[in-house]
């Protein structure tokens, strides 16, 4: 099994920012793919942006130039800084780790943007 905690939720005014962590734990492989995928209230949960291990990303069309992912591998961690904020960046973001075939998921942090 695979861990995921997520930090750095929180609420910030529009045109702020914030960084999101997700440290991984547990059985960890080296090939993986680590990303960020949001849900807001009454939509379906979307992708937000993935990194590969050797650091090739993508991002959704709505973030780009706006939100960097990164990551540290040797600790595991996953971050998403997120820049120029919109209350439409409101939502759950979730921490996922692909290896092996498997997906696996944290349990989300709030960010909340206000206009």
């Known amino acids: 099994q695979v861990q995921l905690v997520e930090s750095g939720g929180g609420l910030v005014q529009a045109g702020g920012s914030l960084r999101l962590s997700c440290a991984a734990s547990?059985?960890?492989?080296?090939?993986?793919?680590m990303g960020w995928y949001r849900q807001a209230p009454g939509k379906q949960r979307e992708l937000v942006a993935t990194?590969?291990?050797?650091?090739?990303?993508t991002y959704a069309d709505s973030v780009k130039g706006r939100f960097t992912i990164s990551r540290d591998n040797a600790k595991n961690t996953v971050y998403l800084q997120m820049n120029s904020l919109k209350p439409e960046d409101t939502a759950v973001y979730y921490c996922?780790?692909?290896?092996?075939?498997?997906?696996?998921w944290g349990q989300g942090t709030q960010v909340t943007v206000s206009s």
């Open positions: 990194i590969t291990r050797i650091g090739t990303t």
């Open positions: 996922s780790r692909t290896q092996l075939g498997h997906d696996y």
């Open positions: 547990g059985r960890i492989f080296s090939i993986n793919v």
